[in-house]
T-cell receptor
Framework: GENVEQHPSTLSVQEGDSAVIKCTYS??????FPWYKQELGKRPQLIID?????GEKKDQRIAVTLNKTAKHFSLHITETQPEDSAVYFC??????????FGTGTRLQVFP | DAGVIQSPRHEVTEMGQEVTLRCKPI?????LFWYRQTMMRGLELLIY????????DSGMPEDRFSAKMPNASFSTLKIQPSEPRDSAVYFC???????????FGPGTRLTVL
């Protein structure tokens, strides 16, 4: 079955710097890759997603890139702000209806 | 729409007791997912339904866990008997179609003493 690995597990950056979180997946049939943000004590919420027919997608300070050949995708956050501090989860959808989540990255942005 | 609704928000029970968690998906969504989140194991999919029919329950830990979806607007996750290792946050999520955004409920924090 699909396996998603996520790195790093924790990431600390200074406000204004960029943050990059990387995920790899194992099932080449996976075709949908969402990223969720979970603030402390809150529910996971979708922040951006990408489908397998697209290599990159941007939404203001957030971007996601996908390399299907290497089977990895990354989340890029530019000009980080303290409110970006949260746990970020990547996920992949193999040729089924369910999402397989990575283990999460705890991002801390220091003022 | 109020989003996905879960109840109770917090549940504290003693080992051996039956626990029932409830979920109301977003109206019109045809997929419903139950997840369990712990520090050790992260976010695990327990079971999901499509049009009220259970499709994949391979994530259900053992026979003590069961889930039902009697209609499009209600689902339950039952643990009987509960054990301390069941302590976790249980999320329900729903989506419209597959490969689309899953909307999570606020979660139920379960503590089994």
């Amino acid at each position: 079955g699909e396996n998603v690995e996520q790195h790093p597990s924790t990431l600390s950056v200074q406000e204004g710097d960029s943050a990059v979180i990387k995920c790899t997946y194992s099932d080449s049939a996976s075709n949908y890759f969402p990223w969720y943000k979970q603030e402390l004590g809150k529910r996971p919420q979708l922040i951006i997603d990408i489908r397998s027919n697209v290599g990159e997608k941007k939404d203001q300070r957030i971007a996601v890139t996908l390399n299907k050949t290497a089977k990895h995708f990354s989340l890029h956050i530019t000009e980080t702000q303290p409110e970006d501090s949260a746990v970020y989860f990547c996920a992949a959808r193999p040729d089924t209806d369910k999402l397989i989540f990575g283990t999460g990255t705890r991002l801390q942005v220091f003022p | 729409d109020a989003g996905v609704i879960q109840s109770p928000r917090h549940e504290v029970t003693e080992m051996g007791q039956e626990v029932t968690l409830r979920c109301k998906p977003i109206s019109g969504h045809d997929y419903l997912f139950w997840y369990r989140q712990t520090m050790m194991r992260g976010l695990e999919l327990l079971i999901y339904f499509n049009n009220n029919v259970p499709i994949d329950d391979s994530g259900m830990p053992e026979d003590r866990f069961s889930a039902k979806m009697p209609n499009a607007s209600f689902s339950t996750l039952k643990i009987q008997p509960s054990e301390p290792r069941d302590s976790a946050v249980y999320f329900c999520a729903s989506s419209l179609g597959t490969g689309n955004e899953q909307f999570f409920g606020p979660g139920t924090r379960l503590t089994v003493l």
